[in-house]
């Protein structure tokens, strides 16, 4: 059996300003609206198709053993937020 693949997502009520092209979809928990970086999309849509997509707030309340492994930010995410932090400040 495979692990599960999460897309963790910044809820927009506690992230008003999002990374540069970020679509709004809907944390598969409890339905609230998160923002999905444009990577993060590109990950769904060519290495993951079956990735859940789940806020922080979720993620927080699952159990380890159903949360599997995390593995660390690739390089266009990476490059994503960099940006994003430019433009902040």
Known sequence: MTEPV???CNPVTLSP??????SVRECSRCYCS????PSSVNIMANEH???EI????CVSKM????IGE???LNAEQFAELREHRK???
């Open 6 to 8: 999460f897309i963790v």
């Open 17 to 22: 300003r999002a990374i540069k092209a970020s």
């Open 34 to 37: 998160v923002w999905v970086s």
């Open 49 to 51: 198709p079956e990735a």
């Open 54 to 57: 789940v806020c922080i707030p």
């Open 63 to 66: 159990d380890e053993t159903e």
């Open 70 to 72: 995390m593995e660390p």
């Open 87 to 89: 433009e902040r400040q």
